[in-house]
């Protein structure tokens, strides 16, 4: 991966923490505040697997999707790097999925996932990403997508969307 967009990433990140804290401050929350503050999940030195693990953690999710980490723009430029093998997909088009594990859709992505196993599964999505999930038999599905997204959910049998 680029130094200049792990920089750029980094500096984003550095940002959208320090909002995070004074929203905290403002609200009297000193603790989270101070949570935010000391937190160092992010070191600017990652390998794109390791962001992708960090991005995709549940507190990852929280953090990108509530401040909008990391801006659309910056999104883009990790597209060139295959991402779609972690199971991040940008820009993507209309794409059809089956009992992925994992699934992160962002931008101009419209998904159709089919679950159908007795696993669990997660789906997110960012930045105006659109998704149609069916799920079946035993599968359970949690999904959470920040403002602007649209999710439709079909569960049969005993499947569980969250």
Known sequence: ?????LREIYAQWKSAKKRAQQECEKRALFNMAEKYRVCGMFKGTESLEQIIRLFTSPQG???????????ITTIRRFKQYD???YGVYIDAGH???ENERTIVLIG???????YDDKGRHEVMLMHGAQATINASSWAIVSVSSEHGCQVIKKAA???MIL
């Open 1 to 5: 991966m680029e130094p200049a967009l």
């Open 61 to 71: 999710v929280e953090f990108c999707q509530k401040y909008h980490f990391p801006d």
């Open 83 to 85: 991402v779609e093998r």
């Open 95 to 97: 794409i059809r999925l």
């Open 108 to 114: 101009n992505t419209s998904a159709s996932l089919s």
């Open 157 to 159: 049998d005993r499947a």
